[in-house]
Structure formats: structure tokens, C-alpha cells
């Protein structure tokens, strides 16, 4: 198995391969880690799962091992043939080379349910898992390592510093949990910031009933884009929302909210509540 220090220095130096920053490559090199991501995952021999970002392939192995099947898709040309032979013991795993944005997930596995595991590349973090969920892809669970900050944020609640625009966003559709904290020497090359495994399990159901989902997240990101004003003077003329303050003010006071209220303090349920009285 690769994940040691000593093997994937070997690998590395074997097949001549330099990390590439610009793809988030910074490597597992401790099997706690990942025995912790794969238990998060709930993963058994039923389980088909996807990984973004094999690397070497460390993750892989150990999904392979745990899973009935394992598709894994790769951005980098140069990890391809590296991972035909960290791979060649295992016949449940397909590698498709191409980038996670640009894949139709939900043909890959044609309808069938399957589970998402990834150590993600940090700079498309957001991009991706809003992706995946506001695709709905039918993925059962997203268990994935990405920057601590960004995980405090995807599970912050109402009134909290972290609290914003991603907390909403995830928790519509995902109810989120922090499996681990871990600590930037657990990969090679280490990163810069710390790290978290969060699993998002999906809500069968959106967490709010809304009649205009996208008109809800346009009065959230105006509410968060300017996170000290008021909420009805940070929605006035926002992206094309034509509200004046005193009907925001309006729609606030028939739900019972205070007029002065700040996004920050109000949860799902009354920016669904907020986003069907003015609409
Ligand atoms: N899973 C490996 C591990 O844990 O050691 C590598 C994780 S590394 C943080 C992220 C991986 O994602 C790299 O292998 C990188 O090349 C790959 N990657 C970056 N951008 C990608 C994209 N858009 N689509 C697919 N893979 C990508």
C-alpha cells in the first residue's frame, strides 16, 4: 500500500513525477487518515464509489479494497500511467482521464446510487461539490478532505462568524458533519492550511420548501455580499433584484422579523420564508 512516506517518495522518484501546484496536488502520506475518510464514508463491498483526484492513488487502493467498485477520475496526463501501475492489483477500479467539472457523473453510473470520496484539489473545492449537489447527481453521501476554513463554513450555523452564503447552500442540501481535523503533515507536499474531512450526507428532500430556489440563494448572496448592512439595504438593486428597502422592510415584518435584521441572524427557513413573500 502506498500510504507512507517511504512509498510515495519511491513512486515519485520511479516515474520522474513533479507535483503540480496549479492542480491542488498534495498527497496522502498517513493510512489513519484515510481508515478515518473511508469509515466516514460508510463504505462496504456494496458500495460503487467515485474519487476525484486519484493522485498516485493512495486513497484508491484502500477504496478498492473497502468497496465493490471504484471509478476515479484524473485531471493530470503525467499521474495516467503511474496509476495503470499503483493500480494493477485491483480489477473493481476504472480510471477516466479528464477533468471532475466536464464529466456527465450521473451517466458513469446509469441511475445506480453510488457514494462520492475525495482528498480534493483545494482550488476548485466550492465549484465542485456545489456542482455535484446542485446537479443532483444521485449521490448518496460526499465524504471529502478540504481546507478546515472551508469546512467550518459549510457546517456554521445562524449568528457565527463562518456563517454565509456556502453554509446555506450545503445545508439545503446536504446535512453536513466533520469527521476529522487533519493537520497539513499528513500529505506530501504539505499544505499551506489545515485541513478537515466532512461528509455531506444529501436530504432526500431539500431542507426547505421554496417556490423559486434560485430567486432564495440571489437575496442570500446579497444578504452575505455586504454581510454589515441591514438585509433590506443590502438587497436593494442587488444583481438585478429591483427591491426597494421598504418593501424588503414590508415582507420582513409580515414574517415577524425585525426590519433591521442582518442576514446573519436568519436561517434557511425564513430566507425561504422572505424569498416567497417577495416574490
Ligand atoms: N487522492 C490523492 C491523495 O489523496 O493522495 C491526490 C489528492 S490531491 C489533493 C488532488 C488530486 O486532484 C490531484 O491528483 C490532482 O491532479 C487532481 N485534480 C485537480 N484538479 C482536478 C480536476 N478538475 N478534475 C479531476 N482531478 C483533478
Redesign the pocket.
Known sequence: M?SNPQE?IRVIKENNFTF?KN???????DSHV?DKIIAAAEIDKSTKVL??????????QYLAEAAESVT?????DK?IPILEKTLADYDNVNVIH??????DIGAIFGGEPFKIV???????TTP?IMNLLESRVPADSITV?IQKEVADRMKAEPGSKDYGALSLAVQYYADPYLAANVPPNC??PR?NVGSAVIRLKRLEEPFVKVKDERHMFKLIRAAFNQRRKTLANAVKNFEGLSYSREEVENALTSLGLDTRVRGEALGLQEFAALSDALS
Open positions: 502506498l510515495t503540480r492542480y491542488g496536488q498534495n498527497f496522502l502520506i484515510i474519487e476525484i483526484g486519484p493522485g498516485i492513488g493512495t486513497l484508491t476515479a477520475v484524473e485531471i493530470d499521474l479528464g477533468d471532475i467539472l466536464k464529466q475525495a482528498n480534493l484539489p483545494y482550488y476548485i465542485i478532505m500529505f506530501m499544505p
